[in-house]
């Protein structure tokens, strides 16, 4: 049986088009009869423990070994290209404009604050690069990183593929994204480098040599590629 | 206010509150008249509050207006008087907690990607002298404090 999921508090009824909606109580509806949690957007939620991700990375690394960190950002690259979608669609019928003749940062930021809410950390992009083709993203408590804790590696896989899915949707362009700096290995916060395929495996080759983010900004800054 | 129920609903749980708990009540029952005298205050010269801010920023800086060749003077009303109803709300229910919690941790944000910190921090810096004008010294005193928040939260990059 399929049946779709409605957010109608009285507050989204009454204020439909009202965009600070963020706050637990206006953002979530709780239906214990039916037992689904809505959000403003009429996704369905789960909540889920620190456990939860504890046994899904831990799984993972078990059944495929190194490949699950592969298998995590195929996962958030499936689910950044729907979200893409799925935003596109709920984005146009709150502000009644397209997306894409949209002040980019306002559309960001928009993109990213159900992700805040939902308990994914908050975010900084860095939009500097962009014109060279590339950019970072910067992101505060990842619920990746912060249940892992200091694992001495980079762990936010799935926000990677996140990233990489929903923006090659957003411009079209296939792009890859990689984590550079890990909350996960002792820093405060996790960078992520979005661009093309080569700025990334040349990236990917710089972090195993031992570079540190700073400088794998500064050698991209620089125009290198090896 | 709300915040402070919800929290003492919590703490509570299975025994009767101490009279230093309830205090805040009793805080909140001697500033009610006060507050919904400066509510209705706030309600009835916002427009003239929003017109004098407008004037003096004009005066202070023409250009906090423009973004290249854009005229900013109607999205800074619509955003201003946005955040003057929510921060008398705020005022009205004595909730500075929930104004955070509900608009400003998501405005602050949107401001950003505007760039519109500078003209926000000229914004709120200048609304307090504004409402100083307006209102009794006892009035003014509920809403300033909440008007700084909005200053720190919205003005600083």
């Known amino acids: 049986m399929a049946f779709t999921l409605s957010h109608q508090t009285s507050a989204k009824l009454k204020n439909p088009k009202k965009h600070n909606h963020y706050g637990f109580r206006d953002f979530y509806q709780f239906d214990p009869d039916k037992g689904t949690i809505v959000d403003w957007n009429n996704s369905q939620n789960v909540l889920t423990s620190e456990d939860f991700i504890i046994g899904l990375v831990e799984g993972l690394e078990e059944e495929v070994g190194d490949a699950s960190a592969a298998t995590m950002y195929t996962i958030g690259c499936e689910w950044g290209q729907k979200d893409a979608f799925f935003f596109e669609n709920w984005f146009e019928k709150e502000y009644d404009r397209p997306m894409r003749q949209t002040n980019l940062m306002f559309l960001l930021e928009t993109w990213w604050w159900s ?16 014109k060279q083709g590339f950019m970072f993203i910067n992101v505060f408590d990842s619920a990746v990183a912060r249940t892992l804790g200091d694992v001495g590696k980079p762990v ?27 909350y996960s290995m002792g820093e405060t916060y996790c960078k992520f480098l979005l661009g093309g395929q080569e700025r990334i495996d040349a990236a990917s080759f710089w972090l195993n040599e031992g570079a540190t983010a700073r400088d794998i900004e500064k050698r991209l800054r620089a125009g290198e590629l090896k | 206010m709300l915040s402070q129920i919800q929290r003492l609903a919590q703490e509570t749980e299975g025994r009767y509150a101490t009279d230093e708990e309830l205090r805040f009540l009793a805080d909140y029952a001697r500033s009610y008249e006060l507050r919904v005298q400066t509510y209705q205050k706030l309600q009835t010269c916002e427009m003239m509050i929003i017109q004098q801010v407008q004037a003096k920023m004009r005066a202070i800086d023409p250009m906090l207006f423009r973004q290249g060749n854009e005229d900013l003077t109607n999205k800074w009303k619509r955003d201003t008087l946005r955040v003057l109803r929510y921060s008398a709300a705020a005022m009205l229910i004595d909730d500075p907690e929930s104004l955070r919690e509900r608009f400003l941790f998501w405005f602050q944000t949107i401001m950003r990607a505007f760039n519109a910190q500078k003209s926000c921090g000229v914004t709120y810096t200048v609304m307090q002298d504004v409402i100083k004008q307006v209102l009794t010294p006892s009035e003014a005193n509920l809403i300033l404090p909440i008007l700084e928040v909005n200053r720190r939260m919205l003005g600083t990059v």
Request: charge should be negative; glycine fraction near 12%.
């Open chain 1, 115 to 130: 992700f805040t809410a939902q308990g994914w950390g908050r975010w900084e992009v860095d939009l500097g690069d962009r």
């Open chain 1, 156 to 182: 936010c896989f799935l926000y990677a593929g996140l990233f990489a899915g929903f923006f090659t949707e957003l411009v079209k362009k296939q792009l890859s994204c990689i984590e550079i700096q890990c």
